[in-house]
């Protein structure tokens, strides 16, 4: 591309058009923080990098216990690899891809020129020229005047995608980590037909060979779970396990705590779940589900299950959540970090006193009679003060596996540089996470753990990830077919009829 900066901008090449178009790309700050390599990831192309976005960098590489604070450190070290001195700052460098990297400062704006075209469109479209973003805008418009078409703004910014085709630029979301758009069909199990004759020998041997493909389906990936139907419509779900095997579910008839009340699969998608949360040669779970679908109880009672079974593989449960996301700093709220995280992990604390319940009821019958009583009990017994613990009160029945730290339920922020061994890590809410979040939480799970990533990919509020570039969905697209990891879709509710209908209507 050569030189696009104020003071030597190239005019437009005149030659004989290349096979290929090579396209001009100007990147926003927030792809340079959402992926620091992402300079390497667009071939052959032009890449132009704003002087506005080295400012905004420059003030968020202080920040030195966050993820942002990182990558900014991270891309500058990369710029300064590609740009050792001030002449190729100037005149742009050839990349090993095969395109070119130039910082871009805008002439107009340095000449305080603002009748050309492209600027004229922008103080017309935009009140304030001065905002970073606009001034952003404004130097991807110089880059376009400047340069063969096209030029594309690259921003996670939805907001500046809108402006800047507004004011006559093309631009677009950071595409290389989004996954392919799949329907709800893809995402959930398959159905697979046999004769009954096949069925009664899988029921009886526990295993059945089906051969690797469905007519007019895309091949089966490892641990995909499947739902094995006969033509007398009787069904039995399974695991594909590689090699054209089907394998029957291995799941107890329930799952408790110690001294807990038992947990059932009440539907299907829930036994393909359960059966993966109880099966240690699966390290790595992904598991896509709305609100009231048991993620998080089922989750947790099959860990701590396991870690409470003398011959189990694991020795304690992790529990986090990215409510206060992956980087973000909470050491200005008051209080010790318990009672920091408290109000972020208080639903772990919720699935705990219903698998725990401090006094559940022994008959049915009398439930609602014996329940009344021990809340007028309580109330006739209350102290006046009561000192409340991390769990939300005194004297929880979970409380000491806590306390002892067989159950941790911590902040997500400080994850990076541990080594978790032997741990069941349960971690909600990832479709918050960006694919680079993922990465640094799952790279910290050692031998003998296993990690299980739970999430709603249509609830987020992240404003740089989507459904399709969300860590949760990556990582379910990058991991799939390997035997170490499974993928489950649990659609129907079940925390009560109201909750599923408010999860599909509202």
Same mark, same amino acid.
């Given at each position: 591309m050569g030189t696009l900066t104020g003071a030597t901008a190239p005019k437009k090449s005149r030659g004989k058009k290349t096979k290929k178009a090579i396209k001009t790309f100007v990147?926003?700050?927030?792809?340079?923080?959402?992926? $620091?390599?992402?300079?390497? &990831?667009?071939?052959?192309?032009?890449?132009?990098?704003?002087?506005?976005?080295?400012? /905004?960098?420059?003030?968020?590489?202080?920040?030195?216990?966050?993820?942002r604070g990182r990558n900014a450190r991270r891309v500058h070290r990369i710029l300064q /690899?590609?740009? $050792?001195?001030?002449?190729?700052?100037?005149e742009g460098v050839r990349l090993s891809t095969g395109g070119t990297l130039s910082v871009i400062i805008n002439r107009y704006f340095a000449e305080n020129n603002m009748s050309s075209p492209a600027m004229q469109r922008l103080t017309a479209v935009l009140n304030d020229p001065k905002k970073k973003d606009n001034r952003i805008i404004a130097c991807a418009l110089f880059v376009q005047e400047q340069s063969d078409p096209p030029t594309i703004l690259v921003t996670k910014d939805v907001n500046v995608q809108l402006?800047?085709?507004a004011v006559g630029l093309e631009s677009e979301d950071y595409l290389n980590d989004k996954v392919p758009e799949q329907s709800d069909e893809e995402d959930g199990y398959r159905e697979f037909p046999i004769s009954l004759y096949e069925l009664q020998r899988f029921c009886s041997e526990g295993n059945l060979e089906v051969g690797e493909t469905v007519e007019g389906q895309p091949d089966f990936v490892l641990n995909e779970y499947v739902l094995l139907r006969s033509d007398e419509d009787k069904t039995m779900p399974a695991r594909y396990v590689g090699n054209g095997v089907v394998r029957r579910l291995r799941i107890p008839d329930s799952v408790k705590a110690p001294g807990g009340i038992p947990i059932r699969a009440r539907n299907l998608e829930q036994q393909f779940f359960m059966d993966a949360l109880l099966d240690d040669s699966i390290s790595l779970i992904t598991c896509f589900g709305k609100a009231g679908t048991g993620k998080t109880l089922i989750s947790t009672v099959c860990a701590i299950s396991q870690v409470m079974d003398p011959s189990g593989p694991y020795d304690g449960v992790s529990i986090s959540r990215p409510v206060i996301a992956l980087g973000k700093d909470i050491g200005f709220l008051p209080g010790t970090l318990e009672e920091k995280m408290q109000p972020w992990l208080q639903p772990y604390y919720d699935a705990l006193e219903v698998l725990m319940p401090s006094k559940p009821p022994k008959d049915p019958q009398f439930a609602a009679k014996k329940v009344a009583k021990q809340k007028r009990r309580k109330l006739n017994d209350a102290p006046a003060f009561e000192p409340s613990?991390?769990?939300?009160?005194?004297?929880? $029945?979970?409380?000491?596996l806590i306390n002892s730290g067989v159950v941790e339920i911590e902040a997500l922020c400080f994850i990076r540089g541990r080594s978790i061994a032997r741990r069941f890590f349960i971690l909600?809410?990832?479709?918050?996470?960006? $694919?680079?979040?993922? &990465?640094?939480?799952?790279t910290r799970i050692s031998e003998g753990s296993k990690i299980v990533l739970i999430g709603d990919p249509a609830q987020i509020d992240n404003p740089y990830v989507d459904s399709r570039s969300n860590g949760l969905v990556y990582c379910h697209n990058r991991m799939k077919n390997h035997a170490v990891s499974a993928h489950v879709k649990l659609s129907k509710g079940e925390r009560s009829e109201l909750a599923e209908l408010a999860a599909d209507l509202l």
């Open positions: 990147l926003d700050t927030n792809v340079l923080l959402h992926d $620091p390599h992402s300079i390497f &990831k667009f071939q052959e192309h032009h890449l132009a990098i704003p002087v506005e976005v080295l400012e /905004e960098l420059d003030a968020i590489k202080s920040e030195q216990s966050t993820e /690899e590609l740009l $050792p001195d001030s002449h190729s700052l100037l402006k800047a085709r613990s991390h769990s939300g009160g005194p004297g929880k $029945p979970y409380d000491r909600d809410e990832a479709q918050q996470l960006t $694919p680079h979040e993922v &990465k640094t939480v799952i």
